[in-house]
């Protein structure tokens, strides 16, 4: 709680809402004088931030959305000047991965500008169940999250457990035979991982140890990103 009472009420009215609500149910659920979760459905209403459905339910509504997408993504804006770093630091390509669901995305990145170089576009999907950023991207997940992913992964519990004890992933020809890279997480506020960033490139400047060239680099990009 904020300690502003009407943002915290105005708050707890839209959580409430979430899987559609009406006003009872608002009631219940917040425990809020039915006159005072009224009167907030309705300003939320007013600012397009709740909508009624055809059963008369509020719902979240559309400027939610539109607010959101307006936003700058602040991981991203404050990705693209460490990556850069990183680049530069280590002499290979940069990466930043989001895990969805069973996939991994870079969402940004920063390549060498000559020389050989493993290339991946925003954009790029590339499994979980390869590669030191997936390894990142899974080593502090609970059991569930990882068990149906195993029997696929070119990596073990044990290597996911050695993960979470030294700090960063190291791979070598995991994801694609030639390519070595060394990832480390990103973390928010509350130390949970929610990124994974990586460098990689070929096998023959990583050698088949790149931790031991680059992983501390590679920790310290996480570092400054994390808690943003």
């Known amino acids: 709680m904020s300690g502003v009472g009407v943002l915290d009420k105005a708050v707890l009215i839209l959580e409430t809402s979430v899987d559609g609500a009406s006003l009872a149910e608002l009631v219940e659920r917040t ?17 397009r931030l709740l909508v009624r459905d055809a ?9 939610l959305a539109e607010l959101a997408n307006e936003a700058p993504d602040v ?43 493993d290339t991946v576009p925003v954009g790029a999907v590339l499994p979980m169940t390869a590669g030191s950023a997936a390894q990142i991207l899974l080593a502090w997940e609970p059991p569930e ?42 973390r928010d506020r509350t130390g949970r991982v929610i990124a994974s960033i990586s460098v990689s490139g070929p ?5 088949r140890r790149p931790g031991e060239r680059h992983a501390m680099a590679v920790v310290r990009a996480g570092q400054r990103l994390s808690g943003l």
């Open 203 to 207: 096998i023959e400047r990583l050698t």
């Open 145 to 186: 999250a990882i068990l149906p992913l195993l029997p696929r992964a070119k990596f073990t519990a044990r290597t996911l457990a050695e993960v979470r004890k030294r700090g960063w992933a190291a791979s070598v020809a995991e994801r694609e035979a030639g390519v070595a890279s060394v990832s480390a997480p990103v």
């Open 31 to 47: 425990q809020l004088p039915r006159a005072t979760a009224h009167r907030l459905a309705q300003a939320l209403e007013s600012h």
């Open 55 to 63: 059963q008369g339910r509020w719902r979240p509504g559309p400027r």
């Open 75 to 117: 991981l991203l804006t404050a990705a693209e000047p460490i990556l850069a770093l990183l680049r530069d630091q280590t002499g290979e390509s940069a990466q930043l991965y989001l895990r969805r669901a069973d996939e991994r995305i870079c969402v940004a990145a920063s390549e060498r500008s000559s020389g050989l170089r």
